[in-house]
């Protein structure tokens, strides 16, 4: 799903390209090529159900159950791309820098690096070259655009390829380390009417909003489509999980600049609510949409309404036009402010995010934990766990989801069970903490008592390989997790936080026949007895991140225009910094 990364609501984009023809021949020729001979240039529709392409002259209707797609060329293999296929969200251009081989990447805006020069990239296939501003392409290569997102960087083809293999190419960064990708299609994240006319209109409410106030002001927007606000019609209605995607992008946008303003002495943002009818005023959806997330970032002991003020932007004498704006006045905050921890801590029924107080005494305590896995005394078979009970070292997980094969089960516990958010939540704890797949609480009703309880119920599970299961979620919780020292100082190679065990079945034990030799690998191929998983995590002197980003907080540079990450160990002096009390 492509979503508009200003007004949030998802983009249709109608693909054109261009083809040639002679009766019902078709060929894909690049705009450096010349038209085959005996062919001529039509413009028309690509689109696409499944593996079944159709092509349309320009002006005919879709076909039902067809969508758009564009059309891509490397050697003689013709790529379709759907509109799922985009560059990736939140990334802004870079320039590219470069002295005696070492290369840096430079925002929009920033200064040179001292002593770097900048230079052109290029692409061929998946291979990048870097030459000096204004000397010759490489043959064979094509000048491709180099983009940024706080410290990640990722490839991504954009727009046509041409026959020799050469393919224009954005750049991206990922984990410091450059690495190429498959090529896909890019387009602009922009609706047609943002660009056209919401964006210029959010320009100039700005420029007019600033000569009111102040121009050394902060002064941020952001837009929102009323639809993910208000209800709409029923015919018209997301689902709620599309609708919640969708609103949760625009949440992060707005924690994101509220972040930079809180750290940068205060500020503004003008939200504009794409859509809204001329002459509503109401803004109650709003603070019913943002207030909640606006309180998580007090995060110094502030009551909410001496941080936020919100006026209409037509309130101001000289912007009486703009009733569809709302302006968020954003205080400063006396301790960094942080959109997303990105770590957890831990209830005796769950774990939880931890609150910004919480994780600021955890790093000042500096404690000293010994590194030793927590264990479960006495579990030697899956009927031993039949007593025992959740608490904040011991979280239990149902086996209802039936996957096919090991490597899809390990990644659907990562992914929909959170696996990785339980493990940094145990290494906070003095013993660590246990994770188990397949064992589940059920309700049950004690006849004669009149209440409901809770009672342990063993749900094994069958893993054909177990080797290739404990891989899959050693080396993913390995690519999410992020472990510092109470520094902010990564410790690479990450250290091995957790352990991956299986718990044998009893059920399985006692369907062996006595007379047969039972006995199975345990450790590799053919395993197919159920078995409990058990992840055990032991306690880290650190901070333990599920999100190889780390802590999310940002500042703003007015000089540049620019929203940038607060990087990690600055992160954490800011925390841990005691407020000075006056004499």
């Not at 870079?94 to 430079?106: D, L, M, P, T």
């Not at 606000?229 to 924690?255: I, M, N, S, T, Y």
């Not at 931890?354 to 579990?379: D, M, Q, S, Y």
Request: charged share 30%; with cysteine.
């Amino acid at each position: 799903m492509n979503l508009c990364d200003y007004c949030g609501d998802e983009i249709f984009q109608h693909q054109r390209v261009i083809v040639y023809h002679k009766d019902v021949d078709v060929r894909y020729v690049t705009q450096q090529d010349c038209i085959p001979v005996d062919f001529e240039c039509v413009t028309v529709t690509v689109c696409g159900e499944g593996d079944n392409i159709k092509y349309l002259k320009k002006g005919s209707l879709l076909p039902e159950g067809f969508q758009r797609v564009s059309v891509s060329v490397r050697d003689w293999d013709v790529n379709y791309a759907w509109k799922q296929d985009l560059r990736p969200k939140g990334f802004e251009q870079v320039s590219v820098y470069s002295r005696n081989g070492a290369i840096k990447y430079a925002r929009k805006g920033d200064i040179p690096p001292t002593g770097f020069y900048h230079v052109s990239v290029y692409a061929k296939n998946e291979e990048i070259k870097y030459e000096r501003e204004g000397r010759h392409i490489p043959v064979g290569y094509e000048e491709v655009a180099v983009y940024v997102k706080t410290e990640d960087i990722l490839y991504t083809r954009q727009g046509e390829t041409v026959p020799t293999g050469s393919e224009h190419a954005d750049v991206y960064v990922k984990d410091k380390d450059i690495t190429q990708v498959k090529c896909l299609q890019v387009k602009e994240a922009f609706h047609t009417e943002c660009l056209e006319k919401h964006i210029p209109r959010r320009d100039e409410a700005v420029r007019k909003f600033l000569k009111n106030v102040s121009p050394k002001c902060n002064v941020l927007s952001t837009g929102l489509h009323v639809k993910y606000l208000f209800g709409v019609g029923k015919e018209k209605q997301d689902k709620p999980r599309k609708k919640k995607e969708k609103r949760d992008c625009k949440a992060a946008e707005l924690l994101r600049k509220v972040s930079a303003l809180r750290n940068s002495n205060s500020g503004y943002i003008l939200v504009h609510f794409v859509g809204l009818a001329p002459g509503d005023s109401f803004t109650g959806a709003f603070d019913e949409f943002a207030d909640p997330k606006l309180h998580d970032l007090i995060q110094d002991g502030k009551q909410f309404c001496d941080v936020y003020r919100k006026e209409t932007l037509k309130s101001h004498c000289a912007c009486k036009d703009f009733g569809d704006f709302l302006v968020l006045y954003v205080g400063a905050a006396s301790t960094v402010t942080t959109s997303r921890f990105n770590t957890k801590t831990t209830f005796d029924d769950c774990i939880i995010d931890i609150p910004a107080a919480t994780l600021k005494t955890f790093v000042r305590e500096r404690k000293a934990f010994k590194e030793t896995f927590h264990t479960i005394p006495g579990v030697t078979h899956a009927d031993d766990l039949l007593n025992v009970r959740e608490n904040r070292s011991l979280q239990l997980k149902s086996n209802f989801e039936q996957k096919e094969g090991d490597q899809a089960l390990a990644e659907y516990i990562i992914k929909n069970l959170k696996l990785a958010e339980y493990i940094s939540a145990f290494t906070k704890t003095e013993c660590g903490g246990s994770y188990l797949y397949g064992v589940h609480e059920e309700n049950c009703f004690l006849e004669g008592y009149g209440y409901e309880t809770k009672v342990i119920r063993i749900q094994p599970v069958v893993l054909r390989d177990r080797t290739a299961f404990k891989d899959t979620l050693e080396d993913n919780i390995g690519n999410l997790v992020l472990v510092c020292d109470y520094d902010g100082n990564e410790v690479s190679p990450d250290p091995n936080i957790f352990q991956v065990q299986f718990i044998p079945s009893t059920a399985a034990k006692k369907e062996c026949d006595p007379r047969v030799n039972c006995e199975s690998g345990n450790h590799g191929h053919g395993d197919v007895d159920p078995v409990v998983v058990h992840v055990s995590a032991r306690p880290v002197s650190g901070i333990v991140f599920y999100d190889k980003q780390g802590p999310l907080a940002y500042r703003y540079d007015k000089q540049f225009k620019l929203i940038t990450r607060i990087n990690i160990k600055d992160w954490v002096r800011a925390l841990t910094r005691r407020r000075e009390t006056p004499e």
